[in-house]
């Protein structure tokens, strides 16, 4: 089975700062990548995925991940980040289910807060 | 298109009492999930769908039973509740494998006393 480590569970930052959220997954084989973001009461949005294309993956609100497959991670970024930014992000791999569906494995979640 | 909705909302349940969420999609997926969100925990699978009249099991699916009758619809069964099972239910749709994106509903939110 996959698994998925999010490093720190929550993280604050300034309006306008840059942000990194960390993700390393494992996988014996090239994975699908995914970075959900659920914003509060609400379900999980796909911000972007990485599917064996390009390295660099641009996602949506300004969001991009780079998949590093010798370092088995899929970090993700914004150079500027505003208050609306604020909600709970998870990365997630895809995991091939004996019955032939991708489940998502997910990580644990980073809290990320942007402070006026 | 409504996308994922899912029924009800919230649920306050005792313990043994039993009941049925509901989840439902307009998009034509193949696929469906059925995952709960503990805190600290990321979400789990507890069990998935690849079309109608198939189910299967999951990473956590004890204490939990599932129908796929029509394309649309699956349902998550709790046929004895436990407090353990207090959690926020979200249930997803997916066209097929490779990659593709899961959409989400807004999750219920059960307790169970």
């Known amino acids: 089975a996959q698994s998925v480590t999010q490093l720190g569970s929550h993280v604050s930052v300034s309006e306008g700062a840059l942000v990194l959220l960390r993700c390393n997954y494992s996988?014996?084989?090239?994975?699908?990548l995914f970075w959900y973001v659920q914003y509060p009461n609400q379900g999980l949005q796909l911000l972007l995925k990485?599917?064996?294309?390009?390295?660099l993956v641009k996602g949506i609100n300004g969001f991009e991940a780079e998949f590093n497959k010798s370092q088995t991670s899929f970090h993700l970024r914004k150079p500027s980040v505003h208050i609306s930014d604020t909600a709970e992000y998870f990365c997630a791999v895809s995991d091939l289910q004996d019955g032939g569906a991708d489940g998502l494995t997910f990580g644990k979640g980073t809290h990320l807060i942007i402070q006026p | 298109n409504a996308g994922v909705t899912q029924t009800p909302k919230f649920r306050v349940l005792k313990t043994g009492q039993s009941m049925t969420l509901l989840c439902a999609q307009d998009m034509n997926h193949e696929y469906m999930y059925w995952y709960r969100q503990d805190p600290g925990m990321g979400l789990r699978l507890i069990h998935y769908s690849v079309g109608e009249g198939t189910t299967a099991k999951g990473e956590v699916p004890d204490g939990y039973n599932v129908s796929r009758l029509k394309k649309q619809n699956f349902l998550l069964g709790l046929e004895s509740a436990a407090p353990s099972q207090t959690s926020v239910y979200f249930c997803?749709?997916?066209?097929?494998?490779?990659?593709?994106?899961?959409?989400f509903g807004p999750g219920t939110r059960l307790t169970v006393t």
């Open positions: 996988s014996s084989v090239p994975p699908y």
């Open positions: 990485y599917t064996s294309a390009a390295t």
């Open positions: 997803a749709s997916t066209l097929g494998t490779g990659g593709r994106e899961q959409y």
